[in-house]
């Protein structure tokens, strides 16, 4: 697949209109291309539902259909049969209840014991309780019942509530509830006693069972769903709609079935290829300003994929029409392994479901077209993968023949009358999809990633190779430096492997991040043969300095003299970011006595800029924690966490990771991958016979602390 970097999330504003012109632009060509062709098309009758049929309209030919009207109409008759839901009993609700009524009733008590209020008082206290209506005499006969009487409505009441509210109450049941509520209490009161707790209990009885939309919709969709879908048969000959009735949605459907009527009127036919390029575009416009997908922001991508899409549509809309075979053999998945080849797989899907879309608007065939175009696309782009050999492609020209061929026979034979003859033809118009789909993809994939800058798999995977003149240059003029790439790259494909970003980019990035110091070799101590002199111990902290951050730029010229891929030349100019060298600055300042106002910072700068993806993030992370254990060589987990916390930390205290997207998830997964891979890497050795007392054999070299910033 193809790797671009994913840059900044802020985009010049001058950028977004030229950006929305160029979407423009090609949204109008989309729309000539539907909407010119729908001139040339013969018209028949002109109906729609409602209009009166002016003669009797017969099948041409036999046919059964499924019937989406007749289906729909069905549905909704079994969901309207529906009744409606309600829940089931709630406990919290009748305890809430009961639970008032307690406190109603502790209030009463409270008052009745209340020497100091006066009759009239306690009886206007009573009148006024919150959410109870007591008749007058109710409230008389409450302040009259002795303790006794009083302590044995209580219980009676709230035994009778419980027992109420045991049972499910819906809003319409309340009112015949609460008239039944006499028959529940016990017969051991009097008639006066039980009125009382008749009036008590009614102003707390609420329904407890609750309608519920959701439960009703649940069983109105299990209605719709047992309806089978109905399947509408006629006859050769049959009479459709007779002349003189007005036409229905079900006789519209059969007519356009039939291809008895024509399609909307002309400007109606506009308005539709209108509506249809406009949504498109706009979920266009609204998916790749979300996903900042790789070839949005570069003006160059960007238009070439607009090209790439308008050939492959205005070549189906002049070659597909009025033909039986030739839709089948137009090589349109080839168009969404292209995108998937030069720009990932996300990107395909969604431009390839347009194109489909577009591709077959208004064709009388449209259903089965769009599903031959839509499913052997989709599949063939995940057989396809991330195209790491050109098996790979052949692996997807066969996808494309199989899921053709599936969809020929899902969608034309069952409703189509075909002899054998067709059959073969379209099983061969399947396979020449499949092979011409692959081997164009194959063909313009290099020429387009050549063009475009961009690094497709398949040429990592050659660049990559030991055998490759800059890396064989590399490897015999700073063999050290190389070394230290490869650990690098090893750090940084695990960690990439774990947050799910583009590992073989990661890794050829860090085969070639440091390519510039072959051009200096001995200025870099890992290039410098034990007990040899350091060449920076002689020069000034500024020279030093320069000389180190020289190898970004080494790398960039060497990158560019032999055609490395754009992508891989932004890991030689994002490994060190804006960073500065460490300890060409300290020594800078110690130099001026501490003095920073006599020390220009920007002589120990890197040019940058800081990352702007994933993978050359990781680089970063991973060449500073690298570098860091070769110097400090870690003995154990702790120390290892230590050391790899520490250098992750300091990159993002440096601002350095602010245009990337990394997340905290990520950081934390390229933290444990990192001690994981360390803990492997510098395992201890052991001492074989005869070796140094003091010494053994070490995994890596050391190296002093202090030059692990001029690496």
């Known amino acids: 697949m193809s790797i671009s970097p994913e840059r900044s999330p802020r985009t010049p504003r001058h950028f977004v209109i030229l950006r929305a012109l160029t979407l423009i632009v090609a949204a109008v060509a989309a729309f000539s291309a539907l909407a010119l062709p729908l001139a040339l098309r013969p018209t028949t009758l002109p109906l729609t539902v409602g209009d009166v049929a002016p003669r009797d309209l017969q099948a041409p030919y036999a046919v059964d259909y499924l019937s989406e009207v007749r289906t729909e109409s069905a549905r909704q008759s079994a969901a309207l049969t529906v009744a409606p839901v309600y829940t089931l009993a709630d406990p919290s609700i009748a305890r809430a209840q009961i639970e008032d009524l307690r406190g109603t009733l502790l209030y009463i008590a409270t ?3 209340d020497e100091y ?23 008389a006969t409450i302040l009259n019942l002795s303790d006794a009487q009083w302590e044995t409505i209580q219980q ?47 102003a707390f009885i609420v329904p ?43 006789d519209l459907e059969a007519l356009q079935t039939l291809g008895l009527i024509q399609p909307p009127q002309e400007w109606q036919n506009y308005l539709g290829a209108g509506a249809l390029t406009l949504v498109l575009s706009i979920f266009l416009w609204l998916y790749f300003g979300f996903r900042r997908s790789s070839f949005i922001n570069a003006m160059r991508s960007l238009v070439m ?16 029409p009025n033909h039986a075979i030739i839709p089948y053999l137009y090589p349109l998945p080839a168009f969404g392994l292209l995108i998937a080849t030069l720009f990932g797989a996300d990107a395909a899907f969604v431009l390839v479901f347009a194109l489909s879309l577009l591709t077959t608007y208004g064709l009388p065939n449209a259903l089965d077209l769009t599903a031959y175009y839509l499913v052997s696309s989709f599949i063939s782009i995940l057989v396809l993968s991330k195209a790491k050999r050109v098996r790979s492609f052949l692996r997807a020209g066969i996808a494309i023949t199989l899921v053709g061929i599936a969809m020929l026979l899902a969608y034309w034979l069952p409703y189509t009358p075909t002899d054998w003859i067709g059959v073969a033809s379209l099983a061969g118009a399947a396979t020449f999809n499949g092979v011409a789909s692959s081997s164009l993809t194959l063909l313009l994939q290099f020429f387009l990633a050549q ?8 040429q990592l995977l050659e660049i990559s190779r030991p055998d490759v003149p800059l890396l064989q240059f590399f490897l015999r003029t700073a063999p050290g430096t190389y070394q230290h790439s490869l650990q690098v790259a090893n750090l940084a494909e695990q960690a990439a492997e774990r947050i799910g970003a583009d590992a073989l980019l990661v890794r050829v990035g860090a085969l070639f991040h440091d390519v510039g ?10 290039n410098q043969a034990p007990g040899s002199i350091n060449t920076h111990e002689d020069l000034a902290p500024e020279d030093s300095a320069e000389n180190i951050i020289r190898h970004v730029t080494d790398g960039v010229s060497l990158g560019r003299k032999h055609r490395l891929p754009d992508r891989l030349i932004d890991f030689m100019l994002e490994h060190h970011g804006t960073n500065i060298t460490q300890y060409q600055y300290s020594q800078a300042l110690k130099n001026a006595n501490g003095d920073e106002d006599k020390v220009d910072i920007g002589k120990f700068r890197y040019p940058g800029p ?26 154990t987990e702790e120390e290892i966490r230590t050391l790899v916390h520490k250098t992750m930390e300091t990159i993002q205290k440096n601002g350095q990771l602010s245009n990337t997207r990394l997340t905290l998830r990520d950081l934390t997964l390229i933290n444990e991958s990192f001690v994981t891979t360390l803990q492997g890497t510098l395992h201890p050795r052991i001492k074989y016979p005869g070796a140094p007392a003091s010494g053994g054999v070490e995994t890596i070299p050391r190296r002093r602390k202090d030059d692990r910033d001029s690496i």
């Open 208 to 250: 407890n069972s609750l309608y519920s939309d959701d439960l009703t919709e649940a069983d109105r969709t299990s209605a719709r769903e047992t309806v089978e879908p109905v399947i509408q048969s006629f006859k050769s000959g049959e009479t459709i709609v007779s002349g003189g009735q007005l036409i229905t949605s079900a």
């Open 517 to 526: 110091k072959a051009e200096n070799p001995l200025f870099f101590i890992e």
């Open 156 to 202: 009676e009441s709230l035994s009778v509530l419980e027992q109420v509210m045991r049972n499910s109450i819906r809003q319409s049941d309340v009112a015949s509830i609460q008239r039944s509520v006499p028959s529940r209490v016990s017969l051991a009161l009097t008639e006066i006693q039980a009125q009382v707790v008749a009036e008590l209990v009614r």
């Open 305 to 320: 994929v607009e090209i790439i899409f308008l050939i492959f549509l205005v070549g189906a809309r002049l070659t597909i």
């Open 117 to 139: 209020a006066s009759p009239e008082e306690q009886i206007s206290d009573l009148l006024a309780l919150d959410g109870i209506l007591l008749k007058d005499e109710t409230v």
């Open 111 to 113: 008052l009745r014991a």
């Open 610 to 635: 800081a990352p702007r993806s994933r993978e050359t993030a990781l680089l970063m992370l991973a060449d500073g924690t690298e570098a860091r254990s070769r110097a400090e060589q870690p003995q």
């Open 451 to 458: 063009s475009l800058g961009l690094t497709t798999t398949l």
